[in-house]
């Protein structure tokens, strides 16, 4: 018998915005990608109810070129030594998996 499958919020389009640290394709952060697979169903169904507003808080934001970190720190402009990195992480394990991040 098959597993049942994970509730999950990826459309894969896995790009963590180095700004704001959301995916861009599903707004959840590193932490909450990484765990997903262990976080309960009640935790992800929880996660996956704010997502729509993380999203659009942090799109809304992009298009008035104030951007916020998701710490909630200003950023004028720049691309943070980390966020490539953690960007080159990410993109390299979705391709590895071919499957998105879950």
């Known amino acids: 018998m098959p597993a049942p499958a994970l509730s999950t919020p990826c459309v894969k389009v896995c ?3 180095p700004i704001s640290a ?3 394709g599903c707004g959840r952060t590193i932490a909450e ?4 697979t262990a976080m309960s169903e009640a ?17 809304s934001r992009a298009a008035r070129g104030g951007r ?3 710490r909630g720190e200003k950023v004028e402009a ?4 980390k966020g490539a ?3 080159r992480n990410l993109d390299a394990s979705a391709i590895r ?3 998105g991040c879950v």
Not at 33 to 36: N, Q
Not at 43 to 59: C, H, I, N, T, Y
Not at 78 to 81: L, P, Q
């Open 78 to 81: 720049g691309f943070s030594a």
């Open 33 to 36: 990608i990484a765990a997903w």
């Open 85 to 87: 990195r953690n960007q």
């Open 22 to 24: 959301l995916c861009i």
């Open 68 to 70: 916020i970190t998701a």
């Open 97 to 99: 998996s071919n499957r």
């Open 43 to 59: 935790e992800r169904l929880a996660v996956m109810s704010g997502l729509d507003q993380r999203l659009a808080r942090a799109r």
């Open 15 to 17: 790009v963590i915005d």
